[in-house]
């Protein structure tokens, strides 16, 4: 069977966690290093993913219009974890692809 990952969770080399914040919004098996991953970018850091995943979704979703796209916040907003986890949780909406989709781009923003 073929890989979701781009790379596989466990070869992660992770970074030092400057947030302590308790995300849900993944149900995976390696909940934990995506999270770890996340928790690793101050408040800045989160916005600036926020939007690399934004424009993920948008470009996506110019090549297949049925792809959702995350709301968009802009850039006079700020964004905490509280709204990054309900924002994420509710875009993924239990739906395998979705969580793909958030878990691949966060490895390809953390890389």
Same mark, same amino acid.
């Given at each position: ?12 080399? %992770? ?17 934990? /290093?995506?999270?770890?991953? /996340? ?9 600036? %993913? ?13 090549? /297949?219009?049925?792809?959702?796209? %995350? ?20 875009? !993924?909406?239990?739906?395998? /692809?979705?969580? !793909? ?11």
């Amino acid at each position: 069977m073929e890989s979701v990952y781009n790379i596989h969770p466990l070869d992660i080399k %992770l970074k030092n966690i400057k947030l302590h914040y308790n995300y849900d919004f993944i149900k995976n098996e390696y909940n934990n /290093v995506y999270y770890s991953i /996340v928790n690793s970018y101050n408040l800045d850091g989160l916005f600036n %993913l926020y939007r690399f995943l934004y424009l993920r979704s948008l470009k996506i979703n110019h090549k /297949v219009k049925s792809f959702r796209i %995350l709301p968009l916040i802009k850039s006079d907003e700020n964004i905490n974890q509280d709204e990054f986890n309900s924002i994420i949780k509710k875009y !993924i909406n239990k739906d395998d /692809v979705y969580e !793909i989709f958030i878990i691949n781009s966060i490895q390809c923003y953390f890389i």
